[in-house]
């Protein structure tokens, strides 16, 4: 076990104010994060009116309009939607607000992990507003809105993983569809010689191995007293790497691009790819602009280890949060509530499709599973396709540590894992020069941690 070098101290050694209140003491670096001023709402409190606050969210399409019913539905708070352009912009934006010490608003959508949140000093202990109402949300919800067992984070919704198989191609190769991952392995040189590729991954984006290792039981990041304890090599991490080793060294995968939406649509809908993992959002897309092999998929449980039939289903999230400044943070977990609702629910109608948003931060989403599953698409009925959905999403994991520096180590993640696709590394390789690149990272901010 390695310890941050000595004699290399943090300018201002803890930031106790989030991190203690959850019962730890995070050295979080260099440099200091000035408060910020109280938000919009703190004049209008004693109005008579409403308390009025800021929302902000990228999402320029549905979130006005839950926020609009949301602001009808009672008369205690009124949310203002402040528009970001985009994720990226959100944060740039927080992160400058923080640095000016700026108005807060009382509700930021997640534009990072949760661990980040609380390392830099920015989100407030919910616990005491989130506790009392956790059972409208469920377990995956709850796990990812926590921090060594504190809200800091509003219970989100976790898009839970599932696959859907071509029938057409498992048919054609004379095998069964695998329930465990052992399974796929075995199968894989018979889809192979019937000319299916397994699964395909792309070059830039590791999200599907982060999935497999967080249902593995890996741990990247912990919270061990007063520093981080970094392990990307895990025995969780090293099954996933084994598995996706063995697909990357026999050929059994494809690497389409997601940056060729058209070629990537193209590929799966050729009859060359046996499995796609997928979460419920996805499925319009493929049902849009799949044309030959509509009607030849099969929705079915994300498969488990034979040994570990019960690990849960992978998802992960970014929950919302409420910033330090804001004087009032029960207007948030309102909102959060709110949106949990039937009402709420209601409101999140896509004007273009009809269908309302899946609400998979909630304890049983089972009434809205049909309206989420698309016309055509698969060989089931839509009402077995919703009950996969839900049952993926009943048994999501949700919890994930990224680490006080996830915005510097993802990038690196994405270019190894690149290079390790290719063939020109193995994965091993890849996360230990990941994991060389996260201590760097950490010492450069002095950010205490140990490694193991």
């Known amino acids: 076990m390695r310890t941050h070098p000595r004699g290399v101290r943090p300018t201002i050694p803890l930031r106790a104010s989030a991190a203690a209140a959850a019962g730890v003491l995070l050295l979080t670096g260099c440099g200091s994060t000035p408060q910020p001023t109280t938000g919009s709402g703190a004049a209008a409190a004693g109005g008579g009116g409403p308390v009025t606050v800021d929302l902000w969210d990228w999402d320029a399409a549905i979130t006005p309009k839950v926020v609009e019913a949301f602001n009808a539905s009672q ?24 640095a000016s010490g700026g108005p807060a608003p009382c509700f930021v959508k997640g534009f990072t992990g949760l661990t980040s949140v609380v390392a830099q000093g920015w989100g407030q202990d919910l616990t005491d507003l989130v506790r009392p109402k956790e059972a409208d949300f469920s377990s995956g919800a709850r796990a990812s809105a926590q921090v060594n067992g504190r809200y800091f ?85 090293t099954r996933a790497i084994a598995f ?62 034979a040994d570990t039939p019960d690990a849960g289903v992978p998802g992960r999230t970014n929950p919302s949060f409420v910033p330090k400044g804001c004087e009032h943070p029960e207007a948030a977990v309102a909102f959060a509530l709110f949106t949990a609702t039937p009402e709420g629910i209601k409101a999140s109608k896509d004007p273009e499709t009809g269908a309302v948003t899946f ?52 990038p690196e993640l994405q270019d190894q894992w690149g290079k390790a696709v290719a063939r020109k590394q193995t994965l091993r390789q890849a996360l230990e020069n990941v994991q060389k690149f996260i201590t760097s990272d950490l010492d450069g901010k002095g950010i205490n941690y140990t490694v193991g």
């Open 359 to 410: 609400p998979a931060q909630v304890a049983d989403p089972s009434q809205y599973a049909a309206d989420v599953v698309p016309d055509g698409l698969f060989a089931e009925p839509k009402e077995q396709v919703g009950k996969i959905v839900v049952a993926s999403q009943q048994r999501v994991i949700g919890k994930f540590e990224t680490g006080p520096n996830y915005n510097a180590w993802f």
């Open 153 to 237: 984070g509003l219970p989100s919704g976790v898009d839970a993983q599932f696959m859907m198989v071509n029938k057409a191609v498992y048919d054609k190769a004379g095998v069964a569809v695998p329930k465990t991952w052992e399974e796929m392995l075995a199968i894989a040189p018979k889809l192979k010689a019937a000319g299916a590729d397994t699964i395909n991954l792309p070059g830039e984006d590791p999200s599907g191995f982060i999935n497999m290792a967080q249902q593995s039981g890996a741990e990247w990041f912990a919270i061990d007293g007063d520093q981080w304890k970094i392990n990307l090599l895990d025995k969780g991490t």
């Open 75 to 98: 008369k205690e708070f009124r949310f203002n939607f402040v528009r970001q352009a985009s994720i990226e912009a959100a944060q740039s934006n927080f992160q400058n607000l923080m």
């Open 244 to 305: 996706y080793q063995k697909l990357i060294d026999n050929d059994w995968v494809s690497n389409e691009t997601y940056k060729d939406r058209p070629a990537l649509y193209a590929y799966f809908d050729s009859g060359k790819l046996a499995d796609v993992p997928l979460a419920w959002w996805s499925m319009r897309g493929y049902a849009t602009n799949f044309k030959q092999s509509k009607g030849h998929w099969l929705a079915v449980p994300n498969p488990t280890w």
